[in-house]
C-alpha cells in the first residue's frame, strides 16, 4: 500500500472514531432544539394533544440529533457540489470536443 493510501486509512478511521465514541459515551447530554421548543408551545395550547407517530430510532442525547443533522447537511452540500463540479466539467469537455 503507498504511504497515501495508509495515511487516507488512517484518517478516515480516526474521524470514525471521533464520531462514534461520544455517541456511545455521552448518553445524557441536553440540547434544546425547533423540536423540543414547539412542543412545549403546542403543549400550552393544547394539554391533551397526544403525538400521532413516535420516532423509530431515540437518540441518546440531544447532541446526537445534532451530530446526525449536521452530517446530513454536510452529505447534501456534498452531493449538490459534486453535481455542481460535474455539470461545470461537462461543459468544459464538450465545448474541447466540438
Not at 462514534?20 to 395550547?45: K, R
Request: proline share 5%; with cysteine.
Amino acid at each position: 500500500m503507498k504511504k497515501n493510501a495508509v495515511l487516507i486509512v488512517c484518517l478516515l478511521l480516526l474521524a470514525a472514531a471521533i464520531v462514534c465514541i461520544p455517541l456511545l459515551t455521552i448518553h445524557d447530554s441536553e440540547f434544546g432544539g425547533a423540536d423540543g421548543q414547539a412542543e412545549e408551545v403546542i403543549t400550552a395550547i393544547d394539554p391533551e394533544y397526544e403525538p400521532w407517530a413516535e420516532s423509530v430510532l431515540e437518540p441518546p442525547g440531544g447532541e446526537t440529533e445534532s451530530l446526525l443533522f449536521a452530517l446530513q447537511a454536510a452529505l447534501g452540500a456534498g452531493v449538490v457540489c459534486f453535481a455542481f463540479g460535474y455539470l461545470a466539467a461537462r461543459k468544459k469537455y464538450r465545448r474541447e470536443e466540438g
